[in-house]
């Protein structure tokens, strides 16, 4: 798939399905809109609180970026990244 966003440049994008202490998904939310690579982020109903499309240039830096900037915050419990295939 092709980025034209980046240059034309592929990225590797994932989800990052998020469970939170209780009460601090909307706390959350706001503090993670400045994410470096966030996409998209929605708050929801169900196994998880929170999901976030990340996208890096590649999968060293997408583990980067789950691991020093979405766990750092103190409210999250767990995290599961799913990367997205890219098939071309």
Do not use: C
């Not at 890096?56 to 980067?64: I, P």
């Amino acid at each position: 798939m092709m980025d034209y966003h980046t240059g034309g440049k592929k990225m590797v994008k994932a989800y990052i399905l998020i469970n939170v202490k209780g009460g601090t998904e909307y706390e959350l939310f706001e503090e993670m809109m400045n994410i470096p690579g966030l996409e998209e982020i929605s708050l929801v109903w169900g196994l998880f609180d929170l999901i976030l499309k990340v996208q890096a240039e590649t999968a060293n830096a997408l583990d980067k970026l789950v691991t020093e900037e979405i766990r750092k915050y103190n409210n999250i419990s767990s995290t599961m990244t799913m990367i997205i295939r890219d098939d071309e």
